[in-house]
């Protein structure tokens, strides 16, 4: 059965919400947290440390483990910092206006290098099926037709593949670095403190237990909603309108700023989403299309930066002209998932006002 | 208001057509012939001939009175071989089976002249577009916002674009000449006599005067509704399914094997128009969903051949880097114009079938 449950923190029949589940929220988040780090050092993630590992390729940096414990890590200090952000006014403001940033930069420096291995699979992924090899069973010879095998691709596709492999995991090996470089840092003990105050006791204002939390969620609901109203929507529900392709061939090598509106939309949804967890506690139903959208953005993401990791790729200095063009098609195919994601965010946003209204 | 006229060649209710129509629309065709070729003539695209325009450009390769004789031309010699074939029966035998391969030359050497014309149009309006110049109107310097100033192309982009205006203003200078030649020669002449004596006799069979045509008709119909019928159309009206580029790097260079049922379905469905032509007489009412699927389906036509000329141009020797991933976005871009077609042609003809249910 779909879930009725669409934008509750704004519903006026349902009573007040107190700070009481502001703190429970953040103290769970942070609990988390500290979890996740304990594991995520247990796991071994940190050993060998950057130089041992300075080599190493994707899938091999960090076990099984150690990633999921880098996720959830990542995942409690968005929805800490997240919160920090829509609850303002209830805390005090010294201490999360300075706790934001370094959240932030924490998580940030965490997801690098997991967004670096994701961009190679997905780039990888669309060579191959560029290159006809995964789709049509009539080309696979024996029983391992998925993944395709390499004597499918063309010698640019291969090179293309190559080139991109050794740009994106010496990008990741870089980023992993990084994230042990943090992990070990003074900044990131401060971070880690400050969390473990968090987990004990949470910084609210002398007002915080008189405040009602529901138009602070809803003003969260509507600055999604009034970003949304400013996207082309209706240009991304005419199929194939060709618009994320509009700069595929400009001068500019910066990110597209067509681009931009989408991705704040992405940020402002999971803010939303946060503030629904935080005022249903345990009991937050799923909202099918709130994670449809999600799902969509997080792919126009995605591929908005692959498509540029293909770009840049391109301009590496001396490649064969083969290689250039495979990259080409690349990123033209990378920019139409764009439009595919926003198409698809399309859909599913519809899909949720109707139900809304 | 919309027409309900579908598929009025089959209507069973309707009386016998008798091969008076055959007689009538084959004199009439041939009569437009006779006239198109005389004013192709005498607006002189015949002037100078190939030695002299061997260097003509894009627009200067005969008046515009001469380009519409051509296609008027082409025209006609399509309906009478596409009512040669459908109505084949009633014909004699020998003269519309040597009547039909050289119809079919003439109009194809006539018609190559003008496509590659038409390509490089296309591809270099898509060039302008995938630069940015054209869409927005915020890059607009000045008064002149389109066609976009060169300036706003890249290195890469501009060398492409003047690649491909060498490669096929050399083929389109080549077709014209080889179109003047065979219009000179003796293979033509004979083509055009046979026209004259149909244009006051059509050579029908001792049986035709009592033979209906409908059945014909019918038949063409059907052939048109079996070959849509195996066409991909579930996964062609999924927007975005990514179908069209998946050989988009394969090392085959033949054209797309995956564009060969929807071609046939184009040529399907103009024998279907012309049917429909002859059967109404000069009531022909307009089907806009028929037109809707032909002109969705030229377009599948035109964007695939312009997609194999970007990546046939891509595999120029010694070609820059900048120039090969250009043409690499192109060749992406035109592939998905292909499926954006293919898109266009399901959403007609499901359109068309509901009404006809």
Known sequence: MAQQHLDPPTDPTAGPVTSDALAGYLRAQATEFLRSLR?????????????????????????????????????????????????????????????????????????REHAYGARLERLLGALNRLSGSATLPSQASGANAHPAPKGNLTVGAAKAGALLDRQLTLARTRAHSAALQALGSSRFHAVADSVAVLASEVPLTPAAPATDLRPLAAAAADRLTDAVAALPLVTAGHPYNAQALVHGLSADTAPQPQDAPWHQVRLLLRLHRYARELMYGDECPTDVRLLAAGQALNRHRDAAEAASAAAS???????????????????????????????AFQQAWQKEAVRTL
């Not at 099984?64 to 997240?82: F, K, Q």
């Not at 200095?317 to 439009?339: K, N, S, W």
Request: hydrophobic fraction near 40%; avoid cysteine.
């Open 39 to 111: 594991q995520h050092r247990e796991t071994g993630a940190g050993d060998g440390g950057p130089p041992g590992r300075a080599k190493s390729r994707l899938g091999e940096s960090g076990s099984a483990e150690s990633v999921s414990a880098a996720r959830a890590l990542r995942r409690s200090a968005r929805r800490i910092s997240g919160s920090l952000h829509t609850f303002r006014p209830l805390l005090d403001a010294d201490w999360s206006e300075g706790m934001r940033p370094e959240l932030a930069w924490l998580s940030g420096t965490l997801a």
């Open 313 to 343: 790729a391109a301009r590496t200095p001396r490649i064969a002209p083969a290689t250039a063009y495979a990259l080409g098609v690349l990123h033209a195919d990378q920019r139409h998932e764009v439009e595919a994601a926003r198409f």
